[in-house]
């Protein structure tokens, strides 16, 4: 998968609903320091600037108009950078992203979000039993997953409750690692996947995301066993949040309240480009093929493959179908 690399003079500012003049008067803001964004709430960021502990407040520059910045995200920040209580350092550059964690509210609804910036890897927790496991909505943050430049890793939880091999046998075609993670499963082989990396964790809720949180940022204190984490609740959070892994050994944003995970923004062609060797045969379908296969698509190429390839091929298939029923799976 082509995956881009951040340049950090690279700045990708949006001109604001004013019509204000864009670039010639503004500051070029050589002493940015960069660093990266773990929080974000209500019009204010944290920022852990490279080679710092703790985050710095920040705002977004008027400059930047209201061009998105989310938690992953890494950024250039001038002012008072000291971090103290009571400071505001101003956010000025957005530096281009390496992946992209993409979400619309509904399949229907044309305005994407981004859930997470510049993750590496994409965490999907899904307990075997209570909730039940639902294949759609691992199939779909697979999607997320591939269209946005992360490796998907999937983690069963509640694995002391049923048996797992079932539920990790549909994705096995897709290549995907299937990790245990429940309570009573050592998570040494999850520890050293995401050890160095920045790694994003999404799940329904009370699936065991926090549980799991705990048990690799100990620190991170994670409240478990809500009912609901989104909504009503005053003091439950709705945003991404980045923490640090024990010994600096990469970061896990957490990604509460995401409550539907719309694909609009997603076509097949993005879904079957991510496997090359379903990319490289598909250029030989026609044009506007869906790659489902006969009946709907009797001349796509991808029934051309045989072997570990076709049953790729039918594995994306069934995530493309995936794609197409709009299930709420909330
Ligand atoms: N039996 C069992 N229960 C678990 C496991 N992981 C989490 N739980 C329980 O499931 C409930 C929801 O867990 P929580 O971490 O809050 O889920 P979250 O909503 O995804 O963050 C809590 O009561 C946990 O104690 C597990 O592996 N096995
Ligand atoms: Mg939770
Ligand atoms: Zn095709």
């Known amino acids: 998968m082509a995956r881009r690399r951040y340049d950090e003079s690279d700045v990708r500012v949006r001109p604001g609903k004013g019509s204000r003049p864009r670039t010639k008067n503004r500051p070029e803001h050589r002493d940015a320091l960069f660093g990266m964004v773990v ?21 977004r520059a008027r400059e930047l108009g209201r061009t998105p910045i989310e938690v992953g995200d890494r950024v250039g920040v001038v002012g008072d950078t000291s971090g103290a209580p ?46 039940p ?15 946005g430049g992360l490796r998907p890793v999937l983690c069963l939880t509640k694995t002391d409750l049923a048996d797992h091999r079932a539920f990790a046998a549909e994705f096995a075609d897709l290549n995907v690692p299937v990790l245990t993670c429940g309570v009573n499963d050592p998570l040494d082989h999850l520890l050293s996947t995401i050890s160095g990396h920045t790694s994003a964790v999404i799940g329904h809720s009370g699936v065991g995301k926090s549980t799991l949180v ?38 896990i944003i ?47 190429a991808l029934d051309s493959l045989s072997g570990a390839s076709a049953r790729r091929a039918a594995a994306v298939r069934a995530l493309l179908g995936a794609l197409r029923t709009n299930v709420d799976w909330d």
Not at 216 to 236: C, I, W
Not at 255 to 278: K, M, N, Q, Y
């Open 39 to 59: 929080t974000k709430d209500r019009g204010r960021w944290g920022v852990v600037l490279d080679g710092a502990r703790g985050p710095v407040v920040c705002m």
């Open 86 to 131: 009571g400071t505001l350092a101003r956010i000025v550059r957005l530096a281009e992203r390496s992946s992209v964690l993409r979400r619309t509210a509904d399949d229907t609804d044309p305005y994407e979000r981004i859930v997470v910036a510049n993750a590496e890897l994409l965490l999907i927790v899904c307990a075997v039993a209570d909730p």
């Open 133 to 147: 496991p639902r294949a759609g909505f691992v199939e779909r943050s697979l999607i997320a997953a591939f269209v």
């Open 214 to 251: 705990n048990r690799l940022v100990p620190q991170a204190e994670r409240a478990t066993g809500e009912v609901s984490e989104v909504g009503k609740g005053r003091h439950t959070s709705t945003q991404s949040v980045a923490l640090r892994l024990p010994g600096d050994s990469g970061w």
């Open 254 to 300: 957490d990604t509460p309240g995401i409550r539907s995970f719309g694909l609009a923004h997603v076509g097949a062609d993005a879904v079957v480009g991510a496997f090359e060797d379903l990319a490289q045969v598909a250029q030989d379908c026609p044009r506007g093929c869906a790659h489902m296969g006969p009946p709907a698509d009797p001349e796509c």
